[in-house]
């Protein structure tokens, strides 16, 4: 089982940045990929960007240029700074784990006002 917890979410105005943080403990094999989706009202669930235990990364077109994703293994955390906010970015951001299973986060609020 691996647990996720997220933080970093909140709200701010259009053109500001975030930083969303997740930590993962539990059982956790050297070889992952972690990554953030994101779920606005009315919408489904898409991948904003994802990073493999390597550091290889992908970013959804969407985000490119804004976001960056980023982790550190020895704290099984992974990042995503989000800087030049739209309110087109505001969703529920949800933090994955993929080894031999996939796992989520609970959330975390961002919203992004105009």
């Known amino acids: 089982q691996v647990q996720l917890v997220e933080s970093g979410g909140g709200l701010v105005q259009a053109g500001g940045s975030l930083r969303l943080s997740c930590a993962a403990s539990?059982?956790?094999?050297?070889?992952?990929?972690m990554g953030w989706y994101r779920q606005a009202p009315g919408k489904q669930r898409e991948l904003v960007a994802r990073i493999t235990s390597g550091g290889s990364t992908s970013y959804a077109d969407s985000v490119k240029g804004r976001f960056t994703i980023s982790r550190d293994n020895a704290k099984n955390t992974v990042y995503l700074q989000m800087n030049s906010l739209k309110p087109e970015d505001t969703a529920v951001y949800y933090c994955?784990?993929?080894?031999?299973?996939?796992?989520w986060g609970q959330g975390t609020q961002v919203t992004v006002s105009s």
């Open positions: 539990g059982t956790i094999f050297s070889i992952n990929v």
């Open positions: 994955n784990h993929k080894n031999t299973r996939e796992y």
